[in-house]
């Protein structure tokens, strides 16, 4: 996803590219939507997911798609489980671990995938998380990781289901015009 | 005239409950016409309903009722097809009673099914049907598929069904009754499209012949239906009823479990006819376990207004604070069946095809 910065919010609230949804984060240890802008500053031509969160105990790498807005161009032939879609989505994983590892944020990660799409439901989400989790390195760690982890885990929700979350409804998603949903 | 809803009250599993008309006592606070008391409820509408739920909440029993109801339309009927709904559930059956909710048998019992200007109502507790003159002479015409394939045993079951007492119900005998009828001379051209993807499916027509069916294949072959893989059987009597012009403007379909022996690869295929089926004008009725089967119809309708959920659940009655000041025995009553409808899969819970589907994802992740 090409990332355009919306606004940037000093209290931890982001707003997400299609400026109709934000996130607020004012309850993370840490938190950014600036990946995309530093990697660009940077000259780097590499993916990056849309925002990360620091908590007690892991990172949030979160990526954002949302194609059941208004706005979406043709949201129908939006299809996630298409395979470059899901080589998209993870490698916006891996090439967000270096912004990681120069902040020394060293906790594991858990990969959220947060996606609203046509006729999306749990179980099309779930089939997308499968898909997800080959391509991502847990058979790698597993193989060579030696108890180090690259990533704990993968998710795939939608909005509702980020916010009704115990972990993650703590960085609740609502809309900037409440009016407009 | 499509078929707008259905009520029932203890019979089989569903009972008396607490509730507002079928909306949701538990979300809502009490409104003037609300009733403490209420039978089970279920609006339908007009294109594709899709029953949903976990085995023994009542699919069947609805898709029977209905097919009782419209039956009961039709003055006369075809000799030898029933038309109570006793016979629909077992030949064995000697009266209502065993039909009734076992714990109310002393309630009232009945279901009642209505078009929205006329009702039916079947009453179990007066032996009788209530509404009657109403609904007779409508003539509404409706086919009922069983869950297991009957034409290949067609040969001889009718007349062996007149003399014997055979271990089948109503519609398994009713069905073979509606794929015996003569062929219509013309079909409406709206249907060759259906016809003729139905025929490529299968790889041509089907005939009958001295109580046999047969499929006549396009190289001219002609193999008897029990040959023929069960999927493709089904298939094969759409293609009949259709030929025999009982599915046409203004019909019912009530399908029970249509995915039944039926490979997912045929699902899109079978989505297609119905919902063109439906933009024929057929009301249809389906009750279905299968996931992938009951999206198809989700993501292939070409408005949502043509197919809609309903979803059949169990759970125990939590009646408002405001309620239980009319009711002695609020505590005594436990694990009801709901429904909620919903032109989205994705709006039931708990939606149990679903549940069921997430498991084994979970499982495939976790392994």
């Known amino acids: 996803m090409k990332y355009i910065i919306i606004e940037v919010d000093m209290t931890g609230i982001f707003t997400e590219e299609n400026g109709k949804y934000r996130i607020d984060c004012s309850n993370a240890i840490w938190a950014t939507d600036e990946v995309h802008k530093d990697y660009q500053n940077a000259g780097l031509h590499i993916n990056d997911t849309d925002f990360l969160i620091e908590n007690e105990s892991c990172i949030l790498m979160i990526e954002y798609k949302n194609a059941n807005i208004a706005s979406a161009v043709r949201p129908e032939a939006f299809n996630p489980t298409e395979d470059n879609k899901i080589s998209n989505v993870t490698r916006k994983f891996y090439d967000s671990l270096h912004y990681l590892k120069l902040k020394n944020k060293t906790k594991t990660v858990q990969y959220v995938y947060i996606l609203e799409y046509p006729n999306g439901d749990t179980v099309t989400r779930k089939r997308i998380r499968n898909k997800l989790k080959k391509e991502l390195p847990f058979a790698l760690q597993d193989n060579i990781g030696d108890g180090i982890k690259l990533i704990d885990k993968v998710d795939v929700v939608s909005i509702e289901e980020w916010n009704e979350n115990k972990d993650y409804g703590k960085y609740p998603i609502s809309p900037v015009n409440k009016d407009e949903f | ?367």
């Not at chain 2, 109403?134 to 062996?160: C, R, Y």
């Open chain 2, 1 to 367: 005239m499509p078929i707008k809803s259905i009520e029932v009250l203890n019979v089989m599993v569903f009972q008396r409950q607490w509730r507002k008309n079928n909306g949701d006592c538990k979300q809502e606070k009490l409104k003037i016409g609300d009733k403490i008391a209420d039978a089970f409820k279920l609006n339908f509408c007009d294109g594709i309903n899709v029953l949903i739920g976990e085995n023994g909440v009542g699919k069947t029993t609805l898709l029977k009722m209905i097919y009782a109801a419209t039956q009961w339309s039709i003055p006369k009927t075809e000799r030898g097809k029933t038309k109570q709904l006793l016979q629909f559930f077992s030949n064995s059956l000697k009266d209502n009673e065993a039909l009734k909710n076992a714990d109310n048998k002393n309630d009232h019992c009945y279901y009642k099914v209505s078009d929205g200007e006329h009702c039916f109502e079947d009453s179990l507790s007066l032996n009788g049907i209530v509404g009657y003159s109403d609904w007779l002479g409508l003539n509404i015409q409706s086919v009922f598929i069983p869950t297991t394939e009957m034409l290949s045993h067609s040969k001889g079951f009718l007349a062996m069904n007149e003399k014997f007492n055979m271990p089948f119900d109503g519609t398994q005998l009713d069905i073979i009754v509606n794929a015996s009828l003569p062929e219509t001379r013309e079909l409406p051209t709206s249907m060759d499209g259906i016809m003729r993807e139905i025929s490529d499916a299968i790889d041509g027509t089907v005939i009958q012949e001295d109580d046999s069916f047969y499929i006549i294949k396009k190289d001219g072959r002609k193999v008897d239906f029990s040959l023929e893989a069960e999927g493709l059987r089904k298939l094969g009597l759409l293609w009949k009823l259709i030929r025999n012009g009982l599915l046409e403007k203004n019909s019912i379909l009530l399908w029970d479990e249509p995915e039944a022996n039926l490979n997912p690869e045929l699902y899109p295929l079978v989505t297609n006819i119905l919902l063109e089926l439906q933009k024929n004008g057929v009301q249809i009725f389906v009750a279905t376990h299968n996931y992938n089967f009951a999206k198809y119809l989700e993501i292939r309708r070409e408005n949502k207004e043509q197919v809609m959920f309903h979803n059949l659940y169990r759970g125990n009655t939590e009646m408002p604070v405001e309620l239980g000041m009319y009711s002695q025995n609020r505590n005594e009553r436990s694990d009801e069946v709901y429904s909620q409808s919903a032109y989205s899969m994705d709006e039931l819970e708990p939606n149990h095809i679903m549940i069921a589907d997430n498991k084994l994802l979970d499982e495939v992740y976790n392994y």
